[in-house]
């Protein structure tokens, strides 16, 4: 059965650097680690859920609140490692961060997508999501 967990020892959140590093391939082990610990002094949250003795599927997010959505769940990161893809693992993992929003009383739930994930895009569209907004950036 599938287990999800909040990564927060060294070694939670290395278990968690394969999966990972197929969402965001241009961090190293290393600043992988020091990246999430610095951010979860900031509020981020790693959250995984292995099956099997391995971990499955990956998910960053954190509790934020603003003026147009009022508290919300931002998931930074979500991924299933590609060969653990189509089993059920990403579905269970954003089920149970829906209920960890409602949990923490927010009033939405918020992800940015990339582009060029158009598998991505189709399984967020058959889980009822929309496509509410535009998202801007610039390199500096």
């Known amino acids: 059965m599938a287990e999800i967990t909040l990564a927060r020892t060294e070694a939670e959140i290395l278990r968690c650097y394969p999966v990972m590093a197929e969402l965001r391939p241009h961090l190293s082990r ?13 509020g981020f949250f790693l959250a995984f859920l292995e099956s099997g003795g391995e971990v499955k599927s990956v998910a960053g997010y954190r509790l934020l609140e603003n003026l147009a959505w009022g508290k919300f769940l931002y998931v930074d ?12 693992f990403g579905q269970q993992l954003l089920d149970w961060l829906v209920v960890e929003a409602r949990a923490q009383g927010c009033a939405q739930f918020h992800l940015d997508s990339g582009v060029q994930r158009f598998g991505a895009h189709r399984f967020y569209l058959a889980q009822r999501m929309d496509i509410t907004c535009h998202h801007f950036a610039m390199k500096l």
């Not at 992988?32 to 900031?42: A, D, G, H, N, S």
């Open 30 to 42: 290393e600043n992988f680690l020091q990246q999430v610990q610095r951010q979860q002094r900031e």
């Open 77 to 88: 990161d979500l991924v299933t490692a590609e060969r653990a893809r189509s089993q059920g």
